[in-house]
């Protein structure tokens, strides 16, 4: 059972990373990562939105009438984003007011309530745990390598540490610079797996929220 | 029954598929011509900008090549650099900047515009925008600050004067501080007009030869290479526009890169309709965008933006304008 709870993680964070392979929630991975930081907060409040959205919706799941199933499951999203924002709010001020409206926006973030639809609402508590923090996980890598390419090239620095002295490429941090930074990178992530494991070229499709 | 010869020579008739008459031309030399069209207004930039404006055609032109080949190696695609489309994008893209910028900018745009523009979407005519167009935004909006720094056109020959002086653009002057400012650096309104023309203004290097530049698009135009459609309603739309509020219109269309733009760009056969009716549609269309970002925008020019912008309208114009077929049934059921 152990090895398929790590399967389940290495799943989102790699052969069905939200960002470069199920091309989901493009939005916030293009809006919030001007910076590793700012990714790294979107990255961490969607890893804990995930993981209790798909451990609640699956411990109710026998529960749920298939028919107001969507409704509910945004009413949990949504019980679990106020939590984060509140405690966002509290702990961390700064960060809130940088992120405020995109820490709302979670509730609607397409990745979420497809992993409720399609795993959590067909699988046991643990398995729908580990699924939605292999998910959260491969969603904070993303943000994080996307942010840390775009501060690199667009700020000239890595996590607030400066390397250069002006910045290189000022697009990179403008919203332009997000769509050519996550088009490359899944573009990187499709040769990755055609090369070395085979994959056939995925990615792409849909791109919700 | 085989006596040793080809079916047609043994009289045979013999039914092959179209065409039949090969009028000779073809996309090499549809884009050679038309770099060889670029060629009076690339020596009117180097006369008025001396050495460096001719490095940084070069500079652009070559890294262009270098990527194409590079991208089509990488991809393991047949080279075709020899087609000259790359070579004319380097072109087109080294006439957008001001002689004034440091020489790894054509490089930096040059990767954009046929790694990202051109190859990663499959190439010679599967490109959605014009690629020399995208470099040229790309780093409009990567160095704002070399990107607006106009070099002023020597008014002679005379090497005396090395350091080059830099200046606001017409439209610049236009719409930092207003017409009267701008009349003020001419003798007169006529004298403004000619300036204008023979290109004796601050501007991207390639933009400010009207004259040059209109004597290689009727070069085009005679040779049937471009039609008058997309160029003539682009200039027209600017011009009546800025009339309607207020503007000159004579000076909108020297002013600028409508010129280059209109005539070298937004007649790219890849990116924009090619049934007339449509063209007079994207022409109109980059038309209004021009005016409207010149007159009520931030920046001071918008043919860029205007023919990239048209660029994406491209396949919904082909459609919208296609001819009824006789005879087709209603699809009302």
């Known amino acids: ?209 | 029954m085989d006596t040793g010869k080809k079916p047609q020579e043994a009289g045979l008739f013999r039914a092959s598929i179209g065409p039949h008459i090969s009028s000779g031309e073809s996309v090499p030399h549809i884009m050679w011509t038309v770099s060889a069209a670029l060629m009076p207004a690339a020596g009117l930039s180097i006369y008025y900008f001396g050495s460096r404006a001719l490095l940084i055609l070069v500079f652009s032109m070559v890294s262009s090549v270098a990527f194409e080949a590079l991208t089509q190696k990488l991809m393991g695609a047949k080279i075709t650099v020899s087609d000259g489309s790359a070579l004319l994008t380097g072109l087109l893209l080294g006439m957008n900047l001001p002689a004034s910028v440091p020489f790894y900018l054509p490089i930096i745009g040059s990767a954009v515009a046929i790694i990202i523009t051109k190859q990663l979407f499959g190439g010679l005519g599967y490109n959605i925008f014009n690629p020399a167009l995208i470099g040229r935004a790309f780093l409009m909006a990567s160095f704002p600050r070399f990107m607006t720094t106009w070099l002023l056109p020597r008014s002679s020959l005379s090497l005396a004067r090395p350091d080059a002086v830099t200046g606001a653009t017409p439209l610049g002057i236009l719409k930092e501080e207003g017409y009267p400012k701008l009349l003020s650096h001419f003798a007169n309104r006529h004298d403004m007009y000619v300036q204008l023309l023979l290109g004796h203004r601050g501007g991207a290097m390639g933009e400010t030869g009207i004259v040059a530049l209109l004597f290689g698009a009727a070069y085009l135009l005679y040779k049937g290479y471009i039609t008058w459609h997309i160029p003539v309603t682009f200039i027209a739309t600017v011009a009546v526009l800025t009339a309607v509020f207020g503007g000159d219109p004579w000076l909108a269309m020297l002013s600028g890169g409508l010129v280059l733009g209109a005539f070298f760009m937004a007649t790219d056969y890849v990116t924009v309709p090619q049934l007339k009716r449509a063209q007079v549609a994207f022409g109109l269309g980059c038309g209004i965008i021009t005016a409207l970002i010149r007159l009520e925008g931030g920046y001071p020019e918008g043919v860029c933006y205007a023919i990239l912008l048209m660029n994406c309208f491209t396949p919904l114009l082909d459609r919208a304008f296609k001819a009824k077929k006789f005879g087709e049934a209603s699809a009302k059921a």
């Open chain 1, 1 to 209: 059972m152990a090895a398929s709870y790590k399967k389940l993680i290495l799943n989102g964070i790699f052969s069905e990373n939200p960002v470069f392979r199920l091309a989901l929630s493009l939005c916030p991975a293009v809006a919030v990562t001007t910076s590793v930081r700012n990714g790294f907060l979107m990255g961490v409040a969607v890893l804990c939105v995930m993981t209790m959205v798909n451990i609640t919706v699956s411990i109710l799941r026998n529960l749920i009438n298939p028919k107001v199933r969507i409704p509910a499951y945004i009413l949990i999203i949504a019980t679990y984003v106020s939590i984060t924002e509140m405690m966002m709010r509290a702990y961390s001020r700064t960060a809130y007011k940088q992120m405020g409206l995109y820490i709302q926006l979670i509730v609607v973030f397409a990745i979420i309530i497809s992993r409720a639809e399609l795993f959590a609402s067909r699988n046991k508590v643990l398995p729908s745990a580990a699924d939605g923090f292999g998910m959260g996980l491969g969603f904070l890598g993303a943000l994080v390598l996307v942010g840390a390419v775009r501060e690199l090239i667009g700020k000239g620095s890595i996590a607030g540490f400066h390397i250069t002295a002006s910045s290189p490429l000022l697009i990179m941090v403008l919203p332009t610079g997000g769509f050519f930074v996550i088009g490359l990178l899944m573009g990187l992530f499709n040769w990755i797996d055609q090369r070395y494991y085979g994959g056939r070229p995925g990615g792409g499709g849909g791109g919700h929220h």
